[in-house]
T-cell receptor, first 109, second 113 residues
Framework: EDQVTQSPEALRLQEGESSSLNCSYT??????LFWYRQDPGKGPEFLFT???AGEEKEKERLKATLTKKESFLHITAPKPEDSATYLC??????????FGKGTSLLVTP | EAQVTQNPRYLITVTGKKLTVTCSQN?????MSWYRQDPGLGLRQIYY???????DKGDVPEGYKVSRKEKRNFPLILESPSPNQTSLYFC????????????FGPGTRLTVL
């Protein structure tokens, strides 16, 4: 059975204080690992897709990396507008998607 | 504007009264999916569809039905809703089955009394 575990559950950072969010996974035949951002009361918003170990993708202050067992979302010099819940998901060989429970990030000025 | 729409956005109903939540996308996407989101449990996939007339179960399909008769529409049907189906529901779509830049709808908050 596919499993996705995100840590920490919640993270509080000062503006400018860089950190990383973790997503560890077990999946039968990984098709892709995905990162989403979700603001309160809204649907998740796509950030990245990673397909194979060693792959990295960047977008503004965010950088996602992938190994065979986990993925990291690095946040460099975060701003208050980066506050949100960050979700990790894996897609297995059967096309089903399995989401983690998310990391709630709060960035204070 | 490219978007996924869901209706209704809010619904309060009673146990056993059949209901349908509609989902429509205007991006000619192949893959569509339904999720429910509950506190402490995260986002869980109910059903997904890789194309017209092709659907498959996600993690929590019990008590739900779907159909994909047209590419743009993917309704979620609760034949006999129960209180444990009270949740926030999201519909999503993506161009292909593996690119998974999924676009999510605004959500439907369902309460079953």
């Amino acid at each position: 059975e596919d499993q996705v575990t995100q840590s920490p559950e919640a993270l509080r950072l000062q503006e400018g204080e860089s950190s990383s969010l973790n997503c560890s996974y077990t999946v039968s035949g990984l098709r892709g690992l995905f990162w989403y951002r979700q603001d309160p009361g809204k649907g998740p918003e796509f950030l990245f897709t990673l397909y194979s170990a060693g792959e990295e993708k960047e977008k503004e202050r965010l950088k996602a990396t992938l190994t065979k067992k986990e993925s990291f979302l690095h946040i460099t010099a975060p701003k208050p507008e980066d506050s949100a819940t960050y979700l990790c998901a894996v897609q297995n060989s059967g096309y089903a998607l399995n989401f983690g429970k998310g990391t709630s990030l709060l960035v204070t000025p | 504007e490219a978007q996924v729409t869901q209706n209704p956005r809010y619904l309060i109903t009673v146990t056993g009264k059949k209901l349908t939540v509609t989902c429509s996308q205007n991006m000619n996407h192949e893959y569509m999916s339904w999720y429910r989101q509950d506190p402490g449990l995260g986002l869980r996939q109910i059903y997904y569809s890789m194309n017209v007339e092709v659907t498959d179960k996600g993690d929590v399909p019990e008590g739900y039905k779907v159909s994909r008769k047209e590419k743009r529409n993917f309704p979620l049907i609760l034949e006999s809703p129960s209180p444990n189906q009270t949740s926030l529901y999201f519909c999503a779509s993506s161009l292909g089955t593996t690119d998974n830049e999924q676009f999510f709808g605004p959500g439907t908050r369902l309460t079953v009394l």
